[in-house]
């Protein structure tokens, strides 16, 4: 069952250049060679713009997890994690969607 990661996180506007700039990095090297990863977004709040949210999807949870538990995944993520100063991760299940 696909599943949809959810990264709520705080970048602070001095760091937000360096943010955009690693995530960039990161999600061409996911996109083109983790198995099981199909997309993801990076969205920046209108209300405050320290608040970001970035959402994979992923063919099945157990393909997270398994790069997620990967040291390539922490090397990786580390210039990203580093511009952060407060993020909650959560998972769901696609248990319905629209077409596009």
Do not use: N
């Not at 790069?67 to 993520?77: F, G, I, P, S, Y």
């Amino acid at each position: 069952m696909t599943a949809r990661i959810v990264f709520l996180i705080t970048v602070p506007a001095e760091r937000q250049d360096d943010f955009l700039v690693a995530y960039e990095k990161i999600r061409y090297q996911v996109s083109g060679g983790v198995p099981g990863h199909l997309k993801d977004q990076v969205c920046q709040s209108v209300t405050d713009p320290e608040q970001w949210l970035i959402t994979s999807e992923w063919r099945e949870l157990a393909d997270f997890l398994a790069w997620e538990a990967t040291q390539e995944h922490r090397d990786l993520v580390k210039p990203m994690r580093e511009c952060i100063t407060a993020a909650r991760s959560l998972r769901f299940l696609v248990k319905a969607e629209t077409g596009t």
